[in-house]
């Protein structure tokens, strides 16, 4: 399907250029059994680029669906200890984190929706403590896609298991810029610096809010916080290792000020959440509070995501990326946030990263949420760009600026 030499490139590539791990420092892998072969390519590259130790996580997701098929409502919201201490144990001794994900969109879809909503609010209660690490780039963590047959089958209903496979794989070997010839190392220096350039001018303007409209009905105001910093493409963590969260990475993002958001948003590709798919909704937004909202398809999820807490109710995260990014162009809807929300503009509703107001990533929960940030357990984005898409900036001075003009970057 793919072969040893490419599988290999991509493996090196998420370790040292995702995780980036440091010599003397241990890596946890989670992953998908499905996906072993992978995985023991990155457990090697691990070892080779100096890692005390690699530990593998292994899960399937096909168990995780029993799990929810059987278990009842309160055994599913029951945390045990020792997987927070687990987890709590790696980052004392400051682990970097590499997550290996291949899910099938939709898995879960005639599952009761209450027993993932109860899992879900458990685990982000026990792990909240935990978040920082990874939230505010504590630690270096990065997360990366393989494909899967069910996977592909949903990206590509009318190819054979096999040609669904190999296809997702191209798209996602060129999402992520891995070929037979090529060095993906050197491409993704020169692509982050490429996003960093984008950063830097929508940091200089330093606009006050964003407004975006389409023809679809999205008329919105994103007012930013103070003080933002717009990011993108490779972090630096704490101990100074400069990591990529996210392999593909097209996005430059920013904070939005959790009370300062009105207008309407028309989602533009649908939402794959608690193994459910959302598709054409909408949100109305009032001082920062969605007041209203709609779906075609899976009203209840939506509902679940919206209601989650409240802060994901708020939003905590816009980015922009243009039309015509190199995801986008393969016109291919990935049914996975990874790779379809680095080919449209989104949002995010939920936790703000606090990486994105000066002085952050040491701030108090309280202090963030001075800041103008948003505190949710919940981070989930949705896309909503398109072809049409302007925005334009605002200034402190009241300049208007034109950022993008129909779906692209114009700055
Ligand atoms: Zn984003
Ligand atoms: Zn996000």
Known sequence: ?????????????????GVNVQKGQPLVISADVR????????VEEGYKAGASQVVVEWGSEHDTKWSYEYMSKEDLAEIPDWQYDKRKYAQDKGACFLNVMSSTPGLLKDIDSEKILARQMAASKKFMPLQAYTMANQGQWC?????????AKKVFPDKSDDEAVKALWDAILMSVRVSEDNDPIAEWEQ?????????KQLND????????TNSLGTDLTVELVENHIWAGGCEEAGNGAIFNPNMPTEENFCMPYKYGVNGKVVATKPLSYQGKLIDGFSLTFKDGKVVEYSAEKELEALKNLVEFDEGSAYLGEVALISYDSPINKTGILFYNTLFDEN??????????????????????????AKAGANGSMTHVDFMFGSRDMHVDGTTHDGEVVAVFRNGNFVL
Not at 7 to 14: D, P, Q, S, V, W
Not at 35 to 42: K, L, M, Q
Not at 143 to 151: D, H, K, N, R, T
Not at 191 to 199: R, V
Request: charged share 15%; hydrophobic share 40%.
């Open 343 to 368: 080919a449209s503009c989104h949002l995010a509703l939920g936790r703000a990263y606090p990486m994105n107001v000066k002085g952050g990533t040491t701030m108090s929960q309280e202090e963030l």
């Open 35 to 42: 996906d072993h072969e992978f995985v023991s390519y990155c």
């Open 143 to 151: 997360i990366v896609a393989l494909p899967s047959v069910g996977w």
């Open 205 to 212: 303007y330093n606009f006050k809010s964003l407004h975006f």
């Open 1 to 17: 399907m793919v072969s040893e030499n490419v599988l290999r490139k991509y493996a090196k590539l998420a370790v040292v250029m």
């Open 191 to 199: 692509h982050n610096k490429e996003i960093l350039t984008h950063s």
